[in-house]
């Protein structure tokens, strides 16, 4: 039995939800599949739904866009109850100065600088739909829409915001960054255990 799923994802990356695809001749029913494999599983993987696709339906060609969440706690002190669940950041996180240098990345654009690895792609445009940064206390949210993401773009871009964040670079740069298409130009890449796949859209 094959599995083909919408993503790849780096070792300590979250997802609230993923999708795959399987084919089977079995005749047991949606809910039925959905309580025997969660049956099998660990208990930080669970099978919330299931439905019935077309045989050609592909979990990964078919989706037409993702989105992403990165998490960061911004606090001198650790979130005990969110070890690895989200970035632990040290600072406040000027989220309006964020916010003006993100606004350069909405739409379509060649984003090879926030690229970690291209020689696996056939181009590096993509379009972002949306890129929206929310506060509230000490957790700070990016939440970005796209049609698709390159290797590590969202740790990079979230990177970038922090590198923004600490004055190592211009908010005002931020244009100067995509156009260079060199992943030297833009900032750090941001820690995985931030990120989480949140949404895909069929």
Not at 78 to 99: C, M, Q, S
Not at 180 to 186: D, G, I, Q, S
Request: with cysteine; charged share 25%.
């Amino acid at each position: 039995m094959t599995i083909t799923g919408c993503s790849r994802t780096d070792t300590g990356v979250h997802a609230n939800q993923f999708c795959f695809n399987v084919k089977t001749e079995s005749s047991i029913r949606n809910i039925g599949f959905c309580r025997g494999v969660n049956g099998e599983l660990p208990n930080d993987i669970s099978i919330l739904s299931c439905e019935d696709v077309p045989l050609d339906f592909h979990a990964r060609f078919d989706c037409k866009a993702k989105e992403y969440i990165y998490r960061m706690h911004c606090s001198e002190s650790k979130d005990p109850f969110g070890a690895d669940l989200a970035f632990h950041y040290r600072r406040k996180f000027d989220t309006e100065k964020a916010k003006y240098a993100s606004r350069f990345l909405i739409g379509t654009h060649d984003f090879a600088s926030f690229c970690a690895d291209c020689t696996n792609v056939s181009t590096t445009v993509r379009t972002i739909y949306s890129l929206e940064i929310e506060n509230s206390g000490d957790s700070v949210i990016i939440l970005v829409k796209g049609d698709g993401f390159l290797y590590n773009m969202i740790r990079i871009i979230a990177g970038t915001l922090i590198d923004i964040n600490e004055g190592r670079i211009s908010p005002d740069d931020m244009p100067a960054i995509i156009m260079a298409k060199n992943r030297l130009r833009a900032g750090r890449t941001a820690m995985a255990h931030g990120l989480y796949l949140n949404r895909v859209f069929y």
